[in-house]
Nanobody, 114 residues
Framework: QVQLVESGGGLVQPGGSLRLSCAASGSFFRFYAMGWYRRAPGKQRELVATITSGGTTNYADAVKGRFTISRDNAKNTVSLQMNSLKPEDTAVYYC????????WGQGTQVTVSS
């Protein structure tokens, strides 16, 4: 069983930056593929970014060049650096961990508004 706790969400103006973090419990973090998904109001959940256990990253086209996913296996954390934020980035952001099973965090709200 893995527990994921996201932090770092909040209100930011368009063009601003936020850094989301996800802390994972357990002893096998380095084996997990980690990801960030989001769900905007009235829309389906969508992939934002993923990072494999080996460090390979993948991004949704909507965030390429603006968001960066990274992981720290020593601290059992995965982060999402979000720059040049747009109002359409407003959503609840969820952290996921996948290895044999899939686990989800409770989500953190990101609001981009002036």
């Amino acid at each position: 069983q893995v527990q994921l706790v996201e932090s770092g969400g909040g209100l930011v103006q368009p063009g601003g930056s936020l850094r989301l973090s996800c802390a994972a419990s357990g002893s096998f973090f380095r084996f997990y593929a980690m990801g960030w998904y989001r769900r905007a109001p009235g829309k389906q959940r969508e992939l934002v970014a993923t990072i494999t256990s080996g460090g390979t990253t993948n991004y949704a086209d909507a965030v390429k060049g603006r968001f960066t996913i990274s992981r720290d296996n020593a601290k059992n954390t995965v982060s999402l650096q979000m720059n040049s934020l747009k109002p359409e980035d407003t959503a609840v952001y969820y952290c996921t961990a996948t290895w044999r099973n899939e686990y989800w965090g409770q989500g953190t709200q990101v609001t981009v508004s002036s």
